[in-house]
């Protein structure tokens, strides 16, 4: 808790000097510039490529989105309240030669349309972080990678992460700084009808999900017999899981890989065979 305040009373010093800060639901983020080995570590942990379209949400100086475009080849945009950061940015962007594929906005980051993100970058505050949770699991496509400095995503529990040590910051009672990592998962929670290719009717499975974030668990059951449903795993639109027939002896597993197209999932079994699951209603 200590802790906590003397952080509070630094990012208020830090906002009554003038530095650059986002409206957030009438609170403030303050700029604090993200050291650049921990940029080079939030695009090498999204492993942000050539085909990525990148969204920094509070850009400050621009240089996440401006490193994305020439280092990676990525396009993207940041937004920023400070028009004086926003001009900086984009002059920067256009030295840098990636004018045409990096470019900063003054603009809310809660009126941002993301949906265009393959990435999505930010350093907030924590409670900002957990403000934008539902519209980042609700708005951006299965499989787009969150990346924060710092702050994580409360019981949203990431995917992976990266710490970098000896790095002083100004408001920062640590000399570390932490890159967090979360892939968007696919909403499979509900009722789905297995089938696998060639099998009749009564070899059909009925699933059942439950899921919190991209932990899921469930279970499988069959007309003729009763199933085991285990080692369900998801990572963005891709899904795996086991069914053990225990109707068969010897019971051993069949391994289901997949992906999640919205109501419907597609794959291959272990053996090879295809496989298709369609969303009952609710």
């Not at 403030?28 to 080079?40: F, L, N, W």
């Not at 934008?132 to 702050?151: C, I, K, Y």
């Not at 949203?156 to 932490?178: E, F, H, N, R």
């Not at 010897?250 to 090879?272: I, N």
Request: hydrophobic share 45%; with cysteine; proline share 5%.
């Amino acid at each position: 808790m200590r802790g906590r305040l003397l952080l509070a009373v630094a990012l208020c010093a830090l906002l009554v000097s003038g530095a650059g800060a986002q409206s957030v639901l009438g609170e403030e983020v303050p700029y604090i510039r993200t050291p650049q080995a921990v940029v080079d570590a939030m695009l090498d942990l999204a492993e942000v490529g050539v085909d990525d379209f990148l969204i920094d949400l509070g850009s400050g100086d621009g240089r996440i989105v401006i490193a994305a475009a020439k280092e990676r080849g990525a396009r993207g945009f940041g937004v920023e309240l400070n028009p004086r950061l926003v001009e900086a940015s984009n002059e920067a962007a256009r030295k840098a030669g990636v004018g045409d594929r990096a470019q900063f906005f003054a603009r809310d980051l809660f009126d941002t349309d993301i949906r265009e993100a393959t990435v999505l970058t930010m350093y907030l505050l924590p409670e900002v972080n957990l403000q934008l949770r539902p519209r980042l699991l609700a708005q951006l496509r299965p499989g787009t990678r969150v990346v924060s400095h710092d702050w994580d995503m409360g019981e949203w529990q990431p995917d992976a992460k990266a710490v970098l040590d000896g790095l002083a910051k100004p408001v920062m009672p640590t000399k570390a700084s932490t890159a967090y990592l979360w892939i968007v998962p696919a909403r499979v929670a509900g009722s789905w009808r297995l089938q696998l290719e060639g099998a009749g009717a009564e070899e059909a499975l009925e699933l059942e999900f439950t899921q919190r974030f991209q932990e899921i668990s469930g279970v499988a059951r069959r007309a003729r017999g009763r199933t085991l449903l285990q080692s369900a795993h998801l990572r963005g639109p891709e899904i795996r899981f086991a069914v053990i027939d225990e109707t068969r002896r010897p019971s051993a597993p069949l391994h289901f890989f997949g992906r999640v197209f919205g109501d419907t999932m597609e794959g291959t079994s272990g053996s090879g065979r295809p496989w298709r699951a369609e969303r009952r209603p609710r």
